[in-house]
């Protein structure tokens, strides 16, 4: 006899938690940059990086979601926090 399988309803709700998830991380996200937006303040830089070091975490980032060691929102999060301390000339 063979497995049964997945009916749609059962793939429209989990189409849903993931949907939802994924809103929830964005607006995480958002609140984040707003609540660094106002508590930073303007006038005094940041300290200066080693970008080198930085573009080896990025890569190690990429290789920990490829292997499965971190979450993709993890891996989002992690993204995103590592982007703004990233220099750009």
Partial sequence: MAPSR???GKLQRDQAKR???????EDRIARRSEQRAETAPPAEPRA???QAKLLEEFARLHEDL???RISLDDFE???ADLRERLMAD
Avoid: L
């Avoid at 949907?19 to 991380?25: F, L």
């Fill in 6 to 8: 997945s009916t749609v």
């Fill in 19 to 25: 949907a939802k998830a994924k809103a929830k991380q």
């Fill in 48 to 50: 200066k990086e080693d």
């Fill in 66 to 68: 490829e292997e499965g």
């Fill in 77 to 79: 999060v992690r993204q």
